[in-house]
């Protein structure tokens, strides 16, 4: 049985904690979508380790672990992302695998990134992490991509000269300022030299690992909501992070991609803009914002915060095929009382049935609240579902009930330590 990990919100539901105490069961951790736009955290042993590109698998030995053809590769944020992994006694040597069809993102990426952002102006920006993502995607879509197999080849530098003249006439007629190409090669180059040793035929890789029945868990980044075809367009990122890019990011077949995982919040955030139903623009989203720590991993930008979106949930639910839920910082809404879910969405008057494609219908929308009583204990460091105060297991019961997928796994603090496991999403039976 394989295992894919999705986001179920807007992005930073904790997933970097979950696979990380999965990655101890499965044999591959697999990044098949995005770049070093996400930040997942581990905390383990009293240390915090930020990933933005290598899959969290890396922290546990002898895992192997895969990015994806279907992630979009910085090669200098990979090659410092390694450099701090050797410095903190993490080698990926001989179990890091990085697809030779997964496309490179270059510096100019980046640089039209913030460009795109600054011409879209007030009201119409995505509020991306500005780290090159929507463009190195455009240029895999339009067909002038670089992929990684490229570095293997001789006229590498050629290719990479070619590809900074061509985007230097864009950037300078969007009125940025000239690419420096010398120096973008020089650079490019020398990282590139760094991934170099990493590039594998992943595809193959991973059907041997299919072929041996071995266990691959993917590790998905960002969330439903910011899937490029599933999310609130075009306040999404450019790939597809929920569970439906799977298949087409890691280069295996549909039907191996096994047991869903949703990984949610008991609340909700959301980084950049966009439509967020249950926002909370008061002193209650400020204190989920201090006590949840909601502050960007990859920019550091504060978090909107609101209450927990069963709607959104239960769409998340469809578009993924969840099959159970990982809760996590159970423990921010430990001094909240009463608490808030939201049941229902109406417009214009009307109660609407399901989640609106139209960014404009979201951002309209009143939600429709159904209020729980709080617990006001500590619940960090809860042994188990059952030693957690009843109203918290009714919180999560009734998250559970509206959403129609059980629990299977609870986080209640920063360490691997603090993860209870209900059911165990490896098991052939789900048991
Ligand atoms: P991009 O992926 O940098 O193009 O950003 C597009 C949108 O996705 C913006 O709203 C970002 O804030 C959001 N986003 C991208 N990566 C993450 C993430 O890892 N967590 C949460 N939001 C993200």
């Keep these: 049985m394989n295992v894919a990990v999705v986001g179920g919100q807007w992005g930073d539901e904790g997933k970097g904690k979950i696979i990380d105490v999965l990655a101890e069961r499965a044999d591959y951790i697999v990044r098949y979508q995005g770049g070093n736009n996400a930040g997942h955290t581990v905390e383990t042993g009293g240390e915090k380790f930020v990933l933005h590109l290598i899959p969290t698998g890396i922290l546990r030995p002898d895992r192997k672990c895969v990015i994806g053809n279907g992630v979009v590769v ?17 080698d990926p040597a001989g179990r890091l695998f990085v697809s030779d069809r997964a496309h490179l993102l270059l510096p100019f990426h980046r640089r039209l990134d913030g460009l795109g952002e600054c011409l879209r102006g007030e009201g119409r920006r995505i509020g991306t992490t500005r780290r090159g993502i929507g463009p190195a995607y455009a240029d895999k879509a339009s067909r002038s991509g670089l992929r990684l197999c490229a570095i293997l080849r001789r006229d590498f530098p050629r290719r990479v000269e070619e590809r900074c003249r061509e985007a230097g006439r864009v950037l300078e007629a969007l009125g940025g300022e000239a690419v420096d190409v010398e120096k973008t090669v020089a650079e490019v180059t020398a990282a590139a030299q760094v991934v170099r040793p990493f590039i594998t035929d992943t595809v193959a890789l991973l059907h041997g690992a299919v072929r041996r029945r071995q266990r691959i868990l993917f590790e998905g980044a960002q969330g439903t909501l910011l899937d490029l075809d599933f999310g609130t367009y075009p306040f999404v990122t450019s790939s597809n992070a929920s569970a439906c890019g799977v298949a087409a990011g890691a280069g295996i077949p549909p039907s191996q991609v096994g047991r869903v995982l949703g990984v949610i919040k008991g609340y909700a955030t959301r980084v950049g803009e966009g439509p967020f139903p249950t926002e909370l623009n008061d002193d209650t989203g400020a204190l989920l914002r201090e006590n949840g720590h909601e502050y960007g991993a990859t920019t550091g930008r504060p978090r909107r915060c609101g209450w927990f979106d069963a709607v959104a ?18 423990d921010v809404l430990d001094r909240l009382d009463p608490i808030r879910i939201c049941v229902g ?39 188990s579902f059952d030693d957690l105060p009843s109203q918290a297991r009714e919180y999560l019961s009734r998250i559970c009930r509206l959403t129609g997928v059980p629990l299977g796994m609870l986080s209640l603090g920063p360490e691997r330590e603090d993860t209870v496991v209900l059911t165990d999403p490896f098991a052939e039976d789900g048991a």
Excluded: C, H, Q
């Design 74 to 90: 910085d090669p200098v944020a990979f090659s410092s992302e390694v450099k701090m992994l050797l410095s903190r006694g993490v």
């Design 313 to 330: 949930a239960r769409y998340a639910v469809m578009v993924n095929g969840i099959e159970l839920w990982a809760v996590t910082k159970l």
């Design 345 to 383: 969405y109406e417009y214009r008057g009307r109660r609407l049935d399901g989640f609106p494609a139209d960014s404009g219908v979201l951002a309209g929308v009143k939600p429709i609240y159904e209020e729980l009583p709080g617990w006001r204990v500590p619940t960090r460091g809860a042994g």
